[in-house]
């Protein structure tokens, strides 16, 4: 599971720089190396990361949970947005502004608490 997870993190990071790169020099097959990239971190990446993150937390508590859960909510909108306002469709805005609320108002909230209840231990 490791294995699939992080070849599949590093093909789409890959392919997202690389299409970076061929649309600063103005190369073809730019927008796809990007939009193909950035769909396989947030639909294929993103996933299989909670999933290996809730298994080896089952007996964390349950604000550990919570946390990687928004994370993964607010990173699937804001990634969906993101490749919605390159192909210029509609909802782009909306799923943006959801995602960037969601990751600046729950889940910043819940990582500094957790940071701050550590250091205090």
Sequence with gaps: MKELLYSIGLLASVSISLGWLFKLLNWLGADQLFTYGFLGLVLLFLPLLAIDQFSTMLVTNTTNQIKVGLGLVSAFLTGIAIVCKLLNLR????????????????????????????SLR
Excluded: E, N, S, V
């Design 91 to 118: 909802g782009a805005d909306l799923l943006l502004i959801a995602g960037t609320l969601l990751f600046a108002f729950d889940f910043l909230p819940f990582l500094f608490f957790q940071m701050y209840k550590k």
